[in-house]
């Protein structure tokens, strides 16, 4: 993954931080284990970060301004931290741990900082080789969480010219529940399904979409499903969505399909969080 984000920093022109997260008791333990103070300890950690960094990316790939921090918290803290103090704008992790430098994202720290963490969050499959990006999907529903991904999702097709395919998928309410809004439900199935193609048709136009090349889905199956078929059958290579409460396209976040889809994306998964209602 350390590749993979010198390649996203450089296509940018964006500085980019390597985080390693040492927690301030490992630190102590080793330090009564074998005798090594706290500075030497951060010492020979950066060591080993400036060597994996080295060997990760090659000398033409990697951006102009590198930086290095070892923070002594637990991992999802220490980058939930960082990335609160404004001066990043992404974080980029990969979706499972292994070696030195990937440790962070063992167990569940990468849904943690993607559910939690202020700025847009990239979670990189392991194997996932830097690429321009060529197909962007981005899933929707006519929520706000969906605005605010929507928007970056635009932004990210416009910076590497990539078609933007635009995404929404809905299975019908099993008989006996509730309609979900607070207006009289549709008489029957068709005009349901009729009321919410319309519904996401008003929703889109409220986006500029310039001259990008773009593309609109709609499918009557369940989401994730539908999101993970579209993948393969669009050749997506960047997956950006949206979350915050426990609502539309959010929901994916929260329930068993989508931390499937969270923890072992099929391609490159940004998450973006909705910025709190003021």
Request: glycine fraction near 6%.
């Amino acid at each position: 993954r350390i590749r993979y984000a010198a390649h996203l920093a450089r296509d940018l022109d964006q500085p980019m931080t390597i985080v390693h997260c040492l927690e301030t008791d490992l630190v102590d333990k080793l330090w009564s284990i074998v005798g090594r103070n706290r500075q030497t300890v951060r010492r020979d950690v950066r060591a080993k970060m400036e060597t994996a960094y080295r060997q990760a990316v090659p000398t033409d790939e990697r951006p102009e301004n590198v930086t290095f921090e070892i923070s002594e918290k637990d991992a999802v803290s220490g980058i939930l931290d960082l990335a609160d103090t404004g001066e990043f704008s992404m974080v980029v992790m990969g979706a499972t741990g292994r070696g030195a430098l990937e440790n962070l994202t063992l167990g569940s720290t990468g849904d943690a900082v993607a559910r939690s963490c202020g700025i847009p969050t990239l979670i990189v499959p392991a194997g996932s080789a830097p690429t321009e990006f060529e197909h962007v999907l981005a899933p929707v529903d006519d929520s706000r969480e969906s605005s605010v991904s929507l928007e970056k999702a635009i932004k990210l097709a416009e910076t590497w010219g990539a078609k933007l395919i635009i995404h929404h998928a809905f299975v019908l309410p099993a008989a006996g529940h509730l309609h979900p809004t607070d207006e009289a439900p549709p008489d029957g199935i068709e005009e349901l399904e009729e009321s919410r193609w319309d519904s996401m048709e008003t929703f889109l136009e409220a986006f500029d979409f310039g001259d990008l090349e773009t593309q609109t889905i709609f499918r009557l199956e369940n989401p994730y499903h539908s999101i993970v078929d579209a993948i393969e059958d669009y050749d997506i290579d960047l997956l950006v969505m949206g979350t915050r409460a426990e609502r539309g396209v959010a929901r994916l976040i929260h329930g068993s399909n989508a931390s499937k889809l969270l923890r072992k994306p099929p391609v490159p998964l940004m998450i973006v969080k909705q910025p709190p209602v003021e």
